[in-house]
């Protein structure tokens, strides 16, 4: 049997950052990751403070050259938002990946960047965005990079009495170029066995790329940007001699494990595989 425990349900982000100011509460937004962690018993909370009523946390905002996306905003949401399909394509590429229609339209982005996966479908995304995490308390509001904000699997910078309320992203220019693309093992709620997210600026008339950003997701245990790989993107024109060559790299900035979905040396190759078809479609 499960061990009992208590739930809260605050109205207001002020009543919540009141609940969880001394430390001991287990925050709740969907329920997709957290129910599971505790039906395994892998987690056992004394009191749970359910966010869901937080509707001042589920708005995605156009903030002049930045979006700002509520932590309670869910997959689907942002798969629907006409703001976030116009300057943020990838991150909806993303999170229309995710598990399924009913995991999509429950699960939070907050969720999915607090849990740190690092087969999470939104982080790759988020990475080549430079996306900022916001973060609140009782003692005030911080703003911490993604990259700063998680340090290891499963594990960020988020300290006892904070919860994420918002994501900052900037807005996406219009000469900019972006894919997703996402290797499960089927078609539908399948976890990640690797992904690559890809932005660049991209002028067809000489096959240039100027800025660039790519991320691998599932193969490394944290989700970074591949600076090394970003380079090459630069350095000529992007003919396919040169995608072959940069994508036959991949596999140098990856470190993954093999599990039950996927030996190391199969991911390796997959991300080599995933980052020339993303290449090539992007500049065809
Ligand atoms: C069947 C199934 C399929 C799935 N498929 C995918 C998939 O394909 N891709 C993928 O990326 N994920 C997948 N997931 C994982 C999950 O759905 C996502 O990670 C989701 O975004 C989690 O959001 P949530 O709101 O449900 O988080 P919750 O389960 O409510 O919380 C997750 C963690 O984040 C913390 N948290 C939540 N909100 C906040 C906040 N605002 N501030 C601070 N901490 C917070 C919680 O305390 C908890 O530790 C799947 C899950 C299931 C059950």
Not at 58 to 71: H, K, L, N, W, Y
Not at 100 to 117: D, E, M, Y
Not at 159 to 179: F, H, P, Y
């Amino acid at each position: 049997m499960l061990q009992a425990f208590d739930v809260i349900r605050p109205r207001s982000l002020a009543d919540a950052l009141d609940a969880i100011a001394d430390g001991n509460a287990t925050l709740l937004a969907g329920g997709t990751d957290l129910l599971v962690r505790i039906k395994k018993r892998l987690l056992k909370p004394q009191l749970v403070v359910d966010l869901s009523a937080l509707s001042e946390l589920t708005e995605i905002e156009d903030e002049r050259e930045q979006i700002v996306i509520g932590s309670l905003v869910t997959h689907g949401q942002i798969v629907e938002s006409t703001l976030a399909n116009r300057y943020l394509p990838v991150l909806v590429q993303g999170c229309a990946t995710v598990g399924s229609p009913q995991i999509r339209n429950t699960g939070t982005l907050g969720g999915n960047i607090a849990n740190a996966s690092p087969a999470a479908d939104s982080l790759p995304p988020l990475t080549v965005l430079d996306a900022r995490v916001i973060i609140q308390s009782l003692a005030g509001k911080r703003e911490l990079s993604l990259d700063a904000f998680i340090t290891s699997p499963g594990k960020t910078q988020l300290r006892s009495g904070e919860l994420i309320t918002g994501i900052a992203v900037q807005k996406m220019q219009d000469n900019e170029r972006c894919l997703y693309r996402k290797l499960g093992q089927r078609k539908a709620l399948a976890i990640s066995v690797a992904s690559v997210a890809v932005r660049m600026a991209f002028d067809p008339a000489i096959r240039t790329s100027s800025a660039s950003g790519i991320a691998f997701g599932a193969v490394v245990p944290v989700i970074r940007r591949v600076p090394e790989l970003e380079r090459m993107l630069s350095q000529g024109p992007l003919d396919l001699q040169a995608i072959k060559e940069i994508s036959e790299r991949a596999g140098e900035f990856c470190a993954p494990i093999s599990d039950l979905r996927a030996s190391a040396e199969y991911r390796r190759n997959m991300c080599s595989s995933l980052l020339y078809e993303v290449l090539y479609d992007l500049t065809s």
